[in-house]
């Protein structure tokens, strides 16, 4: 029999990249008691992994657990980035509800449309929290007329269109109903939680069944199942068999090691947990996200949407260049190839192929920021490789065409900038779809475009915008290709000879282009060191020193001045290189090169090309 389990709520924070979810959930956290009085909690808790806290954005979905007035409300901390979409869609499956964050400036945006489309057809309860209600130009009532609208343009029932709105900021941990109450603290928005949000239902006395929708992992115990009980209970030691609704002949049988409850940021070990708990389970080593624990007796799969699948694809290389093997701890194709499959224990939105060079891996990711974070990850933890420049997966239809994957692109730009990027994504087979005015000043745009079009897009919108133009984007699916792309127009300054750069050879060098390096900097032939704003490549030599005379001229040398170098990321070297070049990453430096190295080579592979266009 169907019953409701009263004591628990489970509840997803979805947003926008950054309109403050994980400093909604840093305020419950502290106000919900779990941590001591004195203790020293840092800002934005839940984002645990460096990278996230240095960008500022979540990249894994996170659980947590917090009390209130007899209640545990387990919440789930969801990215709001597009390229990590495939987090958000499989966590909601645990949850009842969700509270929607919509940023009381900004206002809807285009992933606060993607992640309560997710919701919404799953049929989840939504809470709205307006925050950053005290910033000086907040428009929480407009906001709020906004978010209404998107509610109808989705479709939303008449129950989700009658949902509560609250009235927050995060930061200075206050919530309200309506916008003239006293500024307290989060209580009225825990409460209606508690009150809104559906209990979690289920069947105690039935068989186990119990999905996964996520997966952790832990070096001293392997792989981490995490999802809610949906029937029965599971125990420590049970037998169970697992099965998978995508996968009809899987049937494996397997036994509960640990299992584990959230409280606060840790994970509690417990011996039993029944219907609508969210636990996470270790010591069964083959588990994946969307398999089902059952009862021997009867195993019945839990229907289960499929992952998205990636739309572009790296090649991640053993480093070959002449400096190969000085800055790095891992440099061989073995620790390459383990550290890649390693991050399959994690990352399901992540493709890795072996391909006919055993020094070479083919990585498939769903967007440039989800490729470039591992990138960044690994070369954090000391590894030293090499990456081509993405390109898109292609797909073919049954008449064997060829099909492209799309992007909706949405751009916040000042109007004054409107003409250069509409000339820009029209020359990348972009076609605007929309123009509309939008807050402060700006105008916002609507591309349907390819997603190779947005390939080494972000520099040059950038740069064209003079960084004040914002870009949002979303996959949306699959359409005829749309024909060639040249993705870049200018030319790069290449290293002639190996040696050490002096300022009289880039003081020369200079004139041709925008110089990517220093004086003092190891160089080798065939290495990018600048930019040509002209279509061709140009070979430099960048280690010459000046002949010596014998007059002798105190302030001849002197009165050499470089223009400082392009400091480059690694987003902007990514989004530079072309498909003849590769990016050598190190610990300690990212280094622009030909694929070929060799000028003569390099010339012949050329000609062999433009004979056979």
């Known amino acids: 029999m169907k019953m409701k389990r009263e004591d628990v709520r489970n509840v997803a924070i979805i947003a926008h990249v950054d309109h403050g979810k994980t400093t909604l959930v840093d305020a419950l956290l502290k106000q919900s008691g779990i941590f ?62 969700v509270i929607l964050v919509v940023d009381a400036y900004e206002g809807v945006m285009p992933q606060t449309k993607f992640v309560l489309r997710k919701a919404l057809e799953l049929g989840l309860s939504v809470v709205t929290c307006i925050n950053k209600i005290d910033r000086p130009e907040a428009r929480p009532q407009e906001v709020e007329e906004e978010v209404l609208e998107l509610l109808m343009d989705l479709d939303a029932s008449e129950e989700q269109l009658d949902c509560p709105f609250i009235y927050a900021s995060a930061k200075a941990g206050f919530a309200k109903r309506e916008l003239e109450d006293e500024e307290i603290d989060m209580g009225p928005l825990f409460r209606t939680v508690i009150d809104h949000i559906p209990a979690p239902e289920g069947d105690s006395d039935a068989s186990t069944q119990l999905l996964i929708s996520t997966i952790d992992y832990n070096e001293y115990v392997g792989r981490i199942g995490v999802g809610k009980v949906d029937n029965g209970r599971i125990r420590v030691n049970q037998e169970c068999v697992i099965v998978n609704h995508h996968d009809p002949d899987k049937f494996r049988k397997v036994k509960v090691g640990k299992l584990y409850e959230y409280e606060g940021l840790n994970k509690v070990e417990v011996q039993e947990a029944t219907i609508g708990a969210i636990v ?62 390693r991050e399959l224990n994690t990352d399901v939105s992540l493709r890795v192929e072996e391909t006919d060079s055993p020094d070479c891996f083919k990585v498939s990711g769903r967007g440039e920021l989800h490729l470039s974070v591992l990138i960044e990850n690994m070369r954090r933890e000391g590894f030293e490789f090499a990456v081509s420049k993405a390109e898109v997966l292609y797909h073919f239809d049954e008449r064997n065409h060829k099909l492209e994957p799309m992007e909706i692109a949405y751009v916040d730009v000042p109007e004054e900038f409107t003409g250069a990027v509409i000339q820009k994504l029209t020359s990348r087979k972009g076609e605007l779809q929309g123009m509309s005015p939008a807050n402060g000043g700006y105008t916002r745009l609507e591309f349907a475009i390819p997603s190779r ?143 070929i190295l060799d000028p003569t080579l390099r010339k012949r592979s050329s000609l062999t090309k433009k004979s056979l266009a």
């Open 453 to 595: 079009g947005l390939i080494g897009y972000r520099g040059e919108f950038m740069t064209d915008t003079k960084g004040n133009g914002i870009m949002n984007t979303a996959f949306d699916g699959y359409a005829p290709f749309k024909g060639e792309l040249s993705y870049r127009k200018t030319g790069s300054l290449i290293a002639y000879e190996s040696g050490e750069s002096i300022t009289y050879g880039l003081f020369n060098a200079q004139e041709r282009g925008s110089l990517f390096i220093g004086p003092g900097i190891k160089v080798y032939s065939g290495m990018v060191i600048g930019q040509n704003p002209k279509a061709e490549d140009i070979e430099i030599n960048v280690c010459k020193t000046k002949k010596l005379t014998n007059t002798r001229s105190s302030s001849a040398d002197e009165a050499l001045k470089l223009t400082p170098p392009r400091d480059m990321s690694l987003e902007q070297c990514l989004d530079f290189i072309d498909t003849d070049e590769l990016l050598e990453i190190t610990p300690s430096n990212l280094r622009i090169r030909k694929k």
């Open 36 to 97: 001591r009085e004195n203790q020293e909690v840092m800002e934005r808790v839940m984002d645990s992994n460096d990278i996230e806290r240095e960008r500022g954005i979540t990249i894994l979905s996170k659980n947590t657990a917090v009390h209130y007035s007899g209640t545990k409300i387990n919440i789930i901390d969801t990215p709001g980035h597009a390229d990590f979409g495939g987090e958000v869609e499989r966590v909601l499956k645990m949850v009842n509800g």
């Open 280 to 341: 996470a389970i270790s010591g069964i080593t083959d588990i994946h996200i969307g398999d089902t624990l059952c009862s021997p007796e009867s195993p019945e799969a839990i229907p289960f949407q499929k992952i998205s699948e990636p739309t572009i694809a790296m090649n991640f290389m053993v480093n070959d260049s002449p400096l190969a093997g000085q800055e790095g701890k891992f440099v061989t194709s073995r620790h390459l190839r383990e550290r890649l499959f």
